[in-house]
């Protein structure tokens, strides 16, 4: 085993298991300077450069203080992708992937369906429906300025064409030139975890996520699907679909809340740890909202 790997390795199980320590450090190798576990196992890190092996350790320093990883490295995988992750936007989760697939599998007839994200952080919502679905025409908007900034340039990067607009959802009006967009779908993973629920929290997502995407009151979890729901009902196509992530402690209100406002056939769906994740219901009839 290489000498470079066994340091970073030991330093790692300052505040690691053995087990995530070792992951870590063939992450740090593979994902900043291309070395593959073979090259690792042959030595082939120990040839690194002075300042590149000085900047292996300053990363490593950077997650002894709790740093999550994608964050020192700068990206993260989503449904195959490579994508940009900064302090400014959500570290995607797998359990986002599960909301993308099925709201492609519900799209898989319609040849080139218009489909709107909001709340998009990093992009990779937008960018995995466009990649799946290369005939449709992907929106994706966020209040963050920064975020836009991160996704677009994961689009660029993918070569993935996304319409990005700056807008805030919970204000009273969105853009024309979005409103008058007859959607097939609109999709979100907005800020769900109330404020209570901090203190059961990894103080690396605490310390480091955003907690504009993150959080909501706790005298109003419903606040983000509230305005989402009662805005789609305007911006969706007769049938078109709705689909939130979820606080697994609220599925039954967020189903409730998009039945009061037009929506049928809503389903609560379980995510590969059994949890309430999705919810997801189609439009039935335009109200005067």
């Known amino acids: 085993m290489s000498q470079l790997y066994s340091h970073i390795r030991k330093q790692l199980t300052v505040s690691l298991d053995e087990h995530e320590a070792s992951s870590m450090a063939f992450i740090l190798l593979e994902d900043v300077y291309g070395l593959s576990r073979t090259d690792v196992l042959m030595g082939r890190d120990d040839l690194l450069k002075k300042e ?12 002894l203080n709790h740093e999550p990883i ?8 989503f449904d195959g992708m490579t994508i940009k992750v900064a302090p400014g936007v959500l570290i995607p989760r797998p359990e986002t992937e599960e909301l993308v697939e099925l709201v492609c599998s519900r799209l898989q007839e319609n040849p080139n369906p218009k489909v709107m994200d909001i709340g998009t952080g990093s992009g990779c919502i937008a960018l995995a429906i466009k990649k799946r679905i290369h005939n449709s025409e992907v929106h994706a908007c966020d209040i963050s300025d920064k975020a836009l900034q ?3 340039d994961n689009a660029k990067r993918l070569a993935l064409d996304i319409r990005f607009h700056h807008i805030d959802i919970l204000g009273n009006n969105i853009p024309d030139n979005v409103t008058i967009n007859q959607f097939d779908a609109i999709i979100s993973n907005p800020p769900y975890i109330c404020n209570e629920e901090s203190k059961e929290m990894e103080r690396r997502v605490l310390d480091n996520e955003p907690h504009i995407a993150l959080f909501v ?8 699907y509230r305005a989402i729901t009662m805005k789609a009902s305007k911006m969706l196509k007769e049938k078109g679909i709705l689909a939130f992530e979820i606080n697994r402690r609220f599925g039954q209100e967020v189903k409730g809340l998009m039945e009061q406002n037009g929506f049928s056939d809503t389903e609560i769906i379980k995510d590969q740890f059994s949890n309430d994740r999705i919810v ?3 439009y039935e009839k335009r109200n005067n909202c």
């Open 150 to 152: 991160i996704a677009a």
């Open 52 to 63: 590149e092996k000085d900047n292996i350790n300053e990363m490593v320093q950077c997650i």
């Open 280 to 282: 997801i219901g189609n």
């Open 70 to 77: 994608q964050y020192v490295t700068g990206k993260a995988l």
């Open 217 to 224: 009151p706790d005298n109003d979890p419903l606040l983000f």
